[in-house]
Each structure stands twice: as structure tokens, then as C-alpha cells.
């Protein structure tokens, strides 16, 4: 796979999510000032129709009630994006180098493990013993 298809493939994901995100803030607003309309869009919502966003929001225009929570939705989603994309690619790449690093210091761990050890050794020492290597980071 290309780089680029990566990068097609992962903007979907995360404009999904964005919007997955969007609808909860407005069912949790509309809880506050409208909660029979916040009943309705989480039933409506349920059943896994935010997988695809972009269907999402073209059923939910389709319903009398729809349209508006819509547009809603599409504001929330957008404002979203906005305060939260220029992050991602810091944050995804360090956490990416971080969790990296501690997955090859347990490998490293257990290769260099003699025998003894590991037979001796409880799952409870080692998780013990990975912590305390965390904590003096």
C-alpha cells in the first residue's frame, strides 16, 4: 500500500470519528434543552450508522426532523477538526516512537532472559518490574 492510500484511508477514519464525535456532543447539548429531540438521535444514531459518516448525514437530511440536527452536526464536526487536526500528526507520531520503544525494551527483555529466569519469575514480577522501568523515564 502507497503512502498516500495511508493517508486517503486514515483522513476516512478520522472523519468518521469526528463525526461520531459531533453527534455526541449534540445529543449531549440536546439533553439539556431538547431531550426528546436527544432521545430521537440517539436512537436514530444507534445500530452502527456513524461507520460511515458521509451516508450518516445524507439518511438523517432525508428525515422531517433531520434536517436541521444536520447541519448541526456538520458545524460541531467541522469546529472540531479545526481545533483538534493540527495536533494529530505530533501526537500520533509521538505516541507511535513512544509505545515503540516500550514494546522493544519488553522483547528485548525476554530475549536476553535466561531460562531460570523466566521460570522463576511470577507475571506479576514482571509487570512489577515494567513499571518500575516506566516510572524512572
Request: net charge negative; no cysteine; glycine share 2%.
Given at each position: 500500500m502507497?503512502?498516500?492510500?495511508?493517508?486517503?484511508?486514515t483522513?476516512?477514519?478520522?472523519q468518521?470519528?469526528?463525526t461520531?464525535k459531533?453527534?455526541?456532543l449534540?445529543?449531549?447539548?440536546?439533553a439539556?434543552?431538547n431531550?426528546?429531540?436527544?432521545?430521537?438521535?440517539?436512537?436514530?444514531?444507534?445500530?452502527?450508522?456513524?461507520?460511515?459518516?458521509?451516508?450518516?448525514?445524507?439518511?438523517i437530511?432525508?428525515?422531517?426532523?433531520?434536517?436541521e440536527?444536520?447541519?448541526?452536526i456538520?458545524?460541531?464536526?467541522?469546529?472540531?477538526?479545526?481545533?483538534?487536526?493540527?495536533?494529530?500528526p505530533?501526537?500520533?507520531?509521538?505516541?507511535?516512537k513512544?509505545?515503540?520503544?516500550?514494546?522493544?525494551?519488553?522483547?528485548?527483555e525476554r530475549?536476553?532472559?535466561?531460562?531460570?529466569?523466566?521460570?522463576?519469575?511470577?507475571?506479576?514480577?514482571?509487570?512489577?518490574?515494567?513499571r518500575e522501568?516506566?516510572?524512572?523515564?
Amino acid at each position: 500500500m502507497q503512502p498516500k492510500d495511508i493517508a486517503k484511508d486514515t483522513a476516512k477514519v478520522v472523519q468518521n470519528y469526528l463525526t461520531y464525535k459531533a453527534v455526541m456532543l449534540v445529543i449531549e447539548q440536546l439533553a439539556e434543552t431538547n431531550p426528546s429531540e436527544a432521545i430521537w438521535l440517539r436512537q436514530y444514531s444507534s445500530g452502527g450508522k456513524l461507520r460511515n459518516a458521509e451516508a450518516y448525514l445524507e439518511e438523517i437530511m432525508s428525515e422531517p426532523r433531520g434536517k436541521e440536527l444536520a447541519l448541526r452536526i456538520m458545524t460541531v464536526r467541522n469546529m472540531m477538526a479545526e481545533q483538534t487536526l493540527e495536533f494529530l500528526p505530533e501526537i500520533v507520531t509521538s505516541g507511535i516512537k513512544q509505545d515503540n520503544l516500550i514494546h522493544r525494551r519488553s522483547l528485548l527483555e525476554r530475549l536476553t532472559r535466561s531460562p531460570d529466569e523466566e521460570t522463576s519469575e511470577s507475571p506479576l514480577d514482571t509487570s512489577e518490574a515494567s513499571r518500575e522501568t516506566e516510572d524512572s523515564d
